[in-house]
């Protein structure tokens, strides 16, 4: 079996530079880390992971610990798309992924620390996390093992986070309706514990106060990130606010939702309703009518996730926060309002 030695000597260069070029390091010039990475095939050489770990004390292992992943969820493919970005980027850092899907009923018998500890990983990145809960408490007091997280703006020593400009993407979409000669324009949010909700809530009310429009915290209605959700709060805002002539959802689950409470009362989007929804999911280029919505890059998201993380992990940066631009992407379920 081909050793690292091996490489070095036909390669013509240190065993050091050999094991730099192999873990992506960026401090090897590119011809030689193509001459060893062809040499290394040549050789069939295949890293012994269990001893470089040993070694090195590194087990290039990073986790991804997703909050309540079940399959009622699946028409939201959100978790997916952010999932292949930390994928391929930590595959092309040379780092393992690991994924753990947990709920309170196991954070009560497992803490943060002891799921990092057990499974040999030198962090993590979560997401789906409320803000009220124990595992993001935990990760921010006690800072034991460095940590990602999505969505949700907390920072520290050893923790960083990433998300999409919700407050700005949310004016974007309101602003789109009232450029069309909308005034009354109603929110389904997700709920009080995602920090999204709240920063979408706030773009909402932005995007209203600019033109001079009261906000009526009565045209708000809480979703839950659901499509039932977004169906029961279109429900309730055609009966206390028959003058609505528009929506936004906070996602575009809840867009879906509210789509079909309409559909099933006889009510035409974007005719009788303009509807607008956040994050682009594939379904929404697919339904019908095609949804208006924010694009946010779910992919990037998990992409700079897992670059951010693995910066912390090497001790390349001291940046502990990413934020992305979302994109407004006009179809057919939003339109001018006639005069």
Same mark, same amino acid.
């Given at each position: 079996?081909?050793?690292?030695k091996?490489i070095?000597?036909?390669a013509?260069?240190?065993?050091?530079?050999?094991?730099?070029?192999?873990?992506?390091?960026?401090?090897?010039?590119?011809?030689?880390?193509?001459?060893?990475?062809?040499?290394?095939?040549?050789?069939?050489?295949?890293?012994?992971?269990?001893?470089?770990?040993?070694?090195?004390?590194?087990?290039?292992?990073?986790?991804?610990?997703? /909050?309540?992943i079940?399959?009622? !969820?699946? =028409? #939201? +493919?959100?978790?997916?798309?952010? *999932?292949c970005?930390?994928? &391929?980027?930590?595959?092309?850092l040379?780092?393992?992924?690991?994924?753990?899907?947990?709920?309170p009923?196991?954070?009560?018998?497992?803490?943060?620390?002891?799921l990092?500890?057990?499974?040999?990983?030198?962090?993590?990145?979560?997401?789906?996390?409320?803000?009220d809960?124990?595992?993001?408490?935990?990760?921010i007091?006690?800072?034991?093992?460095?940590?990602?997280?999505i969505?949700?703006?907390?920072?520290?020593?050893?923790?960083?986070?990433?998300?999409?400009?919700s407050?700005?993407?949310?004016?974007?979409?309101?602003?789109?309706l009232?450029?069309?000669?909308?005034?009354?324009?109603?929110?389904?949010?997700?709920?009080?514990?995602?920090?999204? /909700?709240?920063?979408?809530?706030e !773009?909402? =009310? #932005? +995007?209203?106060?600019?033109?001079? *429009?009261e906000?009526?915290? &009565?045209?708000?209605?809480?979703?839950?990130?659901t499509?039932?959700?977004?169906?029961?709060?279109?429900?309730?805002?055609?009966?206390?606010?028959?003058?609505?002539?528009?929506?936004?959802?906070?996602?575009?689950?809840?867009?879906?939702?509210?789509?079909?409470?309409?559909?099933?009362?006889?009510?035409?989007?974007?005719?009788?309703?303009?509807?607008?929804?956040?994050?682009?999911?594939?379904?929404?280029?697919?339904?019908?009518?095609?949804?208006?919505?924010?694009?946010?890059?779910?992919?990037?998201?998990?992409?700079?996730?897992?670059?951010?993380?693995?910066?912390?992990?090497?001790?390349?940066?001291?940046?502990?926060k990413?934020?992305?631009?979302?994109?407004?992407?006009?179809?057919?379920?939003?339109?001018?309002?006639?005069?």
């Open positions: 079996m081909a050793t690292i091996d070095a000597k036909q013509g260069v240190s065993v050091t530079t050999v094991s730099r070029a192999l873990n992506g390091y960026d401090d090897v010039n590119e011809v030689t880390r193509k001459k060893i990475k062809r040499i290394a095939e040549e050789l069939s050489y295949s890293p012994n992971a269990v001893a470089r770990s040993l070694v090195s004390k590194k087990t290039r292992t990073i986790g991804l610990i997703i /909050s309540d079940n399959r009622a !969820g699946a =028409k #939201d +493919a959100f978790a997916y798309e952010v *999932l970005g930390i994928n &391929d980027r930590a595959g092309d040379n780092y393992d992924l690991l994924l753990f899907s947990t709920s009923t196991k954070q009560i018998e497992k803490s943060y620390t002891t990092c500890k057990e499974r040999n990983v030198e962090g993590a990145i979560i997401s789906g996390l409320r803000l809960d124990p595992y993001l408490h935990e990760v007091d006690q800072n034991a093992f460095p940590c990602v997280l969505d949700i703006p907390r920072t520290g020593d050893n923790v960083g986070h990433i998300t999409s400009d407050r700005v993407g949310a004016s974007m979409a309101v602003r789109h009232l450029e069309g000669g909308h005034r009354r324009i109603a929110m389904i949010n997700g709920h009080d514990q995602a920090s999204v /909700s709240k920063e979408r809530y !773009g909402y =009310k #932005d +995007a209203l106060r600019e033109a001079g *429009l906000v009526r915290e &009565d045209s708000v209605y809480d979703g839950f990130f499509e039932d959700g977004g169906a029961e709060a279109m429900y309730q805002i055609l009966i206390r606010h028959p003058d609505v002539t528009a929506v936004f959802c906070a996602s575009d689950l809840m867009a879906l939702g509210a789509m079909r409470t309409l559909e099933k009362l006889g009510r035409k989007v974007p005719d009788d309703m303009s509807v607008i929804g956040f994050d682009d999911i594939t379904i929404s280029a697919y339904c019908s009518p095609k949804l208006t919505t924010i694009r946010q890059d779910k992919y990037e998201l998990g992409y700079q996730g897992a670059q951010l993380l693995i910066d912390m992990l090497e001790q390349r940066t001291d940046n502990r990413i934020l992305l631009n979302n994109q407004l992407i006009v179809r057919e379920s939003t339109r001018p309002l006639q005069k």
